[in-house]
């Protein structure tokens, strides 16, 4: 069993930064591999990125490459979403998730975090 919370989210500036983050509980974080997917008002939940178990592979959205960088920290258990060069098309709810395998489809997920808001104004 995995709980996830997120925090970090906000009101930020078209342009600007955030970083999300999302702690861990439980012994097995290191075992899972971390998602960073949001949620737009009326739009499906979407992938925006993940990160293997040891951190060592990476997967982005289109939409986000080059802009967000995921991260974790196993000793911490938590997992990171540096958002650079924000857009008010960025506006939307983002939950992190816990997979046994990197993957980009939500179904692959078995641990969700309750979420946090971000909201890009222009």
């Known amino acids: 069993q995995v709980q996830l919370v997120e925090s970090g989210g906000g009101l930020v500036q078209a342009g600007g930064s955030l970083r999300l983050s999302c702690a861990a509980s439980g012994r097995t974080f290191s075992l899972y591999a971390m998602g960073w997917f949001r949620q737009a008002p009326g739009k499906e939940r979407e992938f925006v990125a993940a990160?293997?178990?040891?951190?060592?592979?990476?997967r982005y959205a289109d939409s986000v490459k080059g802009r967000f960088t995921i991260s974790r920290d196993n000793a911490q258990k938590t997992v990171y979403l540096e958002m650079n060069s924000l857009k008010p098309e960025d506006t939307a709810v983002y939950y992190c998730?816990?997979?046994?395998?990197?993957?980009?489809?939500?179904?692959?997920?078995?641990?969700w975090g309750q979420g946090t808001q971000v909201t890009v104004s222009s």
């Open positions: 990160i293997s178990e040891s951190g060592r592979h990476t």
């Open positions: 998730a816990a997979s046994p395998v990197i993957a980009l489809s939500l179904s692959q997920y078995k641990y």
